[in-house]
């Protein structure tokens, strides 16, 4: 595709069920983002992929968070036993390079998380 | 750790009037640094990036930006703002550490713009 895309742009869910939200980076970039933006906040880094390895999961706020990305392409995350703490927007992004590189992050629309 | 402040929570400007939006980051040494801009529904969309270089950037839809060592700033500009300017906006850093590293966000600036 053009662009990022996420899945679904819209969710809602009870407080105690998990949920799965996808983002399908640009074809052929390597890098993938999560990041989580709260209600008037800026966005704040939750996870990165490198392909298929998830390098870096220091922003993922507790082991309810879990992401993938099995073929270095489309990723999910999936927010297990949801809480009303977890109602934000959740922001893919992808790049063509390693981050260490200047290659510029692309973002997707976000899907909006309300848990009720 | 970096840190990006963003003093304004929000700004009106009258359409056609000059905008400058502020940003201060804080980092050990000189960060990327860049700007986004989010309108209702939409993802981020990057006006500009200052890496090295000349300290005057520019950037798509007429934006400048400015990077001050000095001030620690990275302040965002426009000469004369139209309706579509109305959005909000981000200023964001990147440390350049040997290995990756992610964007720091600020709390954005919500750009408003009356008649």
């Known amino acids: 595709g053009a662009g990022v895309s996420q899945s679904p742009r819209y969710k809602v869910a009870k407080r105690g069920q998990d949920v799965a939200l996808r983002c399908d980076p640009i074809?052929?970039?390597?890098?993938l983002f999560w990041y989580q933006q709260a209600l008037g906040q800026g966005p704040e880094f939750l996870t990165y992929?490198?392909?298929?390895?998830?390098?870096?999961k220091s922003g993922l706020p507790s082991d309810r968070f879990f992401a993938e990305r099995p073929e270095g392409s489309v990723s999910t995350l999936k927010i297990q036993r949801t809480q009303q703490e977890d109602s934000a927007v959740y922001l893919c992004?992808?790049?063509?390079?390693?981050?260490?590189?200047?290659?510029?992050?692309?973002f997707g629309p976000g899907t909006r998380l309300t848990v009720t | 750790a970096q840190s990006v402040t963003q003093p304004d929570i929000h700004i009106t400007v009258s359409e056609g009037a000059s905008l400058e939006l502020r940003c201060n980051y804080s980092?050990?040494?000189?960060?990327?640094l860049f700007w986004y801009v989010q309108s209702p529904g939409q993802g981020l969309q990057l006006l500009l990036k200052?890496?090295?270089?000349?300290?005057l950037v520019q950037g798509i839809k007429g934006f400048e930006a400015e990077f001050k060592r000095s001030q620690s700033s990275f302040n965002l500009r426009k000469p004369s703002v139209h309706w579509s300017d109305a959005a909000e906006y981000f200023c964001?850093?990147?440390?350049?550490?040997?290995?990756?590293?992610?964007?720091?966000f600020g709390k954005g600036t919500m750009l408003l713009v009356s008649p």
């Open positions: 074809s052929g970039h390597v890098s």
């Open positions: 964001a850093s990147r440390g350049h550490d040997s290995g990756y590293s992610t964007l720091t």
């Open positions: 992004a992808s790049s063509s390079g390693e981050v260490a590189t200047d290659h510029e992050q692309y």
């Open positions: 980092y050990g040494a000189t960060p990327y």
């Open positions: 992929f490198q392909n298929e390895a998830q390098l870096d």
């Open positions: 200052y890496f090295s270089g000349d300290t």
